[in-house]
């Protein structure tokens, strides 16, 4: 009986790897990953939104404005520096640095000694000199704005005419046109109203930053008219509170934590998900065919139908288990392969399927979920003529396991153990998927164990009710498998 099951299993084996498809399919993941990190850099690169200020005031506002944004991005760039440093415990390349200071919001006095010191140059090159080997370098994002001087077409145009001109500038095609406009008038601060130009709806981060940096320049003049002196007004207005900022480490949230350790066993869920579903329309595909052509016949006459079943089993569970191992090893070449965050996710990523027992695990429910759901496929192949037929048996069959996974990848990205992900861990056609999922929330191992027992013992009474369909409507061809003869079929007993 196994030499039977063996050669029907190569001959499934060699029917599905000359499809085109299997292919084709088989590259698709390869492809995306080399062509991921390309597309990636290319969104990655954020041109700074242009921006003109136009200052009939005498200069000081436009300089202020220009001032407050170009702190801003210092302080972001302080504040990504820092992770980075935290990150990789860097900070002995200057433990006095304001980089290496974890736990505060950065202040203005913060931002200066920042540039004193040399800014971000001078930190990676200290940083550089205790770096280890194979530590990612810093990668410094864009400013968000750039400034450029003001254009003629704007000198000496006020209200509507300047406006015009305005948007004759965003809606040409220079590389270097705005993309946002500020008038600051020639009365100003007696008459405080700003123009802002925009060529599209301007981003609240902007307005917020303009209407404070004006804000505190009218307030400063204020108190510098009733008597104040400037150096004092200023001081007032810059007085802030020192906010101590405590964060867990990079990786270190209990959100960010879960969402990484759930990011391996989510992928083998998903995984099993397309595999079946590509494996089990081939062997659907090929049986079909086989009708078609009078093949099950010449089989049915040098084997039994248990043995054409299992070999056909068998072979679709090695093409599953080929596209995976050649999936999985393309994601961790390129995972391995690849610097900066992604690198650093990798580790706690595989830390909840990185012990003995758990591969195990991992490879009994993949190969008892593959055997649940193809035996599926091959039933429908024997009961049906042609595809157009099988489209009917096709769509429960997929949309059955597939809707309520999507609600349970949902829940555990959600974080929530619910009553659902429970559920779906009892329920035999769900099992493999929610025990792979859930590895990353934590399993209990007698859960896994009884989950694994009575998934065994539903795959067993599926092989003996669907042996009997698969049997008996072999022997029917012809025959339309209405619901009264599949039931008919499910009791029938082999003779």
Known sequence: MMNNVLLVAGREIRQILAMKSFWLTLLILPVALALGPIFTSTLDEDEPSRVVIVDRSGGDVAAAIEARFMADDDRATLRRLSRYVQRYDLEEADPQAVWTQHDRWYTDADIAT????????????????????????????????????????????????????????????????????????????????????????????????????????????????????????????????????????????????????????????????????????????????????????????????????????????????????????????????????????????????????????????????????????????????????????????????????????QAILAGKDSMLIDLLTWIPLWTPFAVLARLGLGIETWVMIAAGASLAVAILVEMIFIGRLFRASLLATGQKPTLKRVLARFRAQPQ
């Not at 480490?249 to 879960?258: D, I, N, Q, V, Y």
């Not at 072979?315 to 090893?329: E, F, H, R, T």
């Open 114 to 409: 920042f540039r004193a010191s040399g800014g971000v140059d001078s930190a990676l090159e200290k940083i550089a000199a205790v770096k280890p080997d194979g530590v990612p370098d810093f990668e410094d994002e864009n400013p968000r704005y750039t400034f450029t001087p003001a254009t003629s077409q704007l000198e000496g145009l006020q209200g509507e005419e300047f406006g015009q001109a305005a948007q004759a500038l965003f809606d040409s095609d220079a590389d270097d046109a705005p993309e946002m406009v500020v008038l600051i008038g020639e009365n100003y601060p007696e008459n405080p109203e700003i123009g802002l130009f925009s060529a599209n709806q301007p981003n609240p981060v902007f307005v917020s930053g303009l209407q404070e940096t004006l804000t505190g320049d009218l307030r400063t003049r204020l108190l510098a008219s009733r008597g104040i002196t400037g150096a004092e007004a200023a001081a007032i207005q810059s007085a802030v509170p020192a906010i101590a900022v405590s964060t867990p480490p990079p990786g270190g949230g209990a959100r960010e934590a879960l969402l990484v350790r759930s990011i391996v066993p989510l992928a083998l869920a998903y995984i099993l998900m397309m595999s079946l579903m590509l494996t089990g329309s081939w062997m659907l595909q090929g049986s079909v065919e086989e009708r078609s052509n009078k093949l099950l016949e010449s089989l049915l006459a040098c084997i039994r139908p248990e043995e054409l079943m299992y070999g056909k089993l068998l072979g679709g569970l090695a093409v599953g288990l080929l596209m995976i191992l050649v999936w999985g090893g393309c994601a961790g070449i390129a995972a391995y392969a690849t610097q900066g965050v992604i690198s650093d996710l990798i580790r706690p990523a595989l830390e909840p399927v990185s012990s003995p027992g758990i591969i195990l695990a991992i490879l009994y429910f993949f190969i008892a979920g593959y055997i649940l759901i193809s035996a599926m496929f091959v039933a429908i192949g024997a009961m049906v003529d042609s595809m157009s037929e099988a489209q009917g048996y096709l769509m429960p069959v997929i949309l059955g396991p597939l809707l309520p996974i999507t609600f349970l990848i």
